[in-house]
Structure formats: C-alpha cells, structure tokens
C-alpha cells in the first residue's frame, strides 16, 4: 500500500514527497513569500514533487533575472 502525503504548500495529496527541511528549501520559501517555516510548527514537513520542482524554478528564474551576469 502506498503512503500519501499531504503537500505543505498547495494542500494536495501526494505519495511523492520532498523534505522541506532539507537543503535550501527554507531559505528559497521564505525567499519566495516572505514566510519563515518552522519544523516545529505542527504543519506538514513534505511538499509535492510538483511543487518544490515550481519553487526551485522561480528561485533560478529570480536569480537569473536580478543577476545575469552570474550565471
């Protein structure tokens, strides 16, 4: 049987899941809108695999926009 998981950001279910707490996710949310995440907030530490995939690309698509000459 499949676990689901419920997606912190878009409410959704999902059985493919990312950590949220891991790598630089925290940082690219609070980036993104301004919403420091807590791992101790008793809301879902997971988001979709549709999900961190947009956050990542609006995160690169930011930096490419305000610096193009670092890339």
């Known amino acids: 049987m499949e676990t689901v998981y419920k997606c912190r950001l878009c ?3 999902t059985s493919k899941k990312v950590d949220i707490f891991k790598d630089d996710f925290p940082k690219m949310i609070a980036l993104l809108a301004g919403i ?3 791992p101790n907030d008793g809301l879902s530490k ?3 695999l549709e999900c961190a ?3 990542n690309f609006v995160c690169r698509l930011e ?3 305000l610096n193009p000459t670092e890339l």
Request: charged share 35%.
């Open 11 to 13: 409410l959704n279910p």
């Open 36 to 38: 420091k995440v807590n």
């Open 46 to 48: 997971t988001s979709c």
């Open 53 to 55: 995939k947009d956050v």
């Open 63 to 65: 930096r490419r926009l």
